[in-house]
T-cell receptor
Framework: NAGVTQTPKFRILKIGQSMTLQCTQD?????MYWYRQDPGMGLKLIYY???????DKGEVPNGYNVSRSTTEDFPLRLELAAPSQTSVYFC????????????FGDGTRLSIL | RKEVEQDPGPFNVPEGATVAFNCTYS??????FFWYRQDCRKEPKLLMS???SGNEDGRFTAQLNRASQYISLLIRDSKLSDSATYLC??????????FGPGTRLSVLP
């Protein structure tokens, strides 16, 4: 029972490089989310999706892009990495129907140097 | 006023103690409520959902007070392994989950 799977678990990037953080879920959840969490801080929503082909901005979308071509996958793209994007990134998913919690992947730890 | 507020702590309690956390929310239309725990540098993990009538799971009891717009979490017989940050999460509609800043708990031997 995989749940939400994120890859890679760790990555170091140089300023200006780009990369894609992968997220996939096998629970047939409609909703998917990307959060970032800086040290000692709370979760901040970057982007979310309510279904394949539909995405929307969260609280801190600048510097990121997402796509949702399938129900299972919700990749997060960093185009021009900046030191301010050093963080832990969590992907989560939840069911369409109400009163259902979010389920989180185990995170990607990203450092921009 | 923040949408979901929690006392950041830290709460330092001895093993075996009972500890309670409160969380207040500002949106009276909020529909569902959850407690998550987050260990250092790990992902948030669902601890329990919070139901209107209150619910219990082993040593953990959650209560919801809609009139006063707060939820609570009670931990009895604290274990060292309970040391973590406890996140209050409120769902207002559909995909809109709002996380509190978390309350840190340290259970001391």
């Amino acid at each position: 029972n995989a749940g939400v799977t994120q890859t890679p678990k760790f990555r170091i990037l140089k300023i200006g490089q780009s990369m894609t953080l992968q997220c996939t879920q096998d629970m047939n959840h409609n909703y998917m989310y990307w959060y970032r969490q800086d040290p000692g801080m709370g979760l901040k929503l970057i982007y979310y999706s309510v279904g394949a082909g539909i995405t929307d901005k969260g609280e801190v979308p600048n510097g990121y892009n997402v796509s949702r071509s399938t129900t299972e996958d919700f990749p997060l793209r960093l185009e021009l990495a900046a030191p301010s994007q050093t963080s832990v990134y969590f992907c989560a998913s939840s069911k369409l129907t109400g009163n259902q919690p979010q389920h989180f992947g185990d995170g990607t730890r990203l450092s921009i140097l | 006023r923040k949408e979901v507020e929690q006392d950041p702590g830290p709460f330092n309690v001895p093993e075996g103690a009972t500890v309670a956390f409160n969380c207040t929310y500002s949106n009276s239309a909020s529909q569902s409520f959850f407690w998550y725990r987050q260990d250092c540098r790990k992902e948030p993990k669902l601890l329990m959902s919070v139901y209107s009538s209150g619910n219990e799971d082993g040593r953990f009891t959650a209560q919801l007070n809609r009139a006063s717009q707060y939820i609570s979490l009670l931990i009895r017989d604290s274990k060292l392994s309970d040391s973590a940050t406890y996140l209050c999460v409120v769902n207002n509609y559909g995909q809109n989950f709002v996380f509190g800043p978390g309350t840190r708990l340290s259970v001391l031997p």
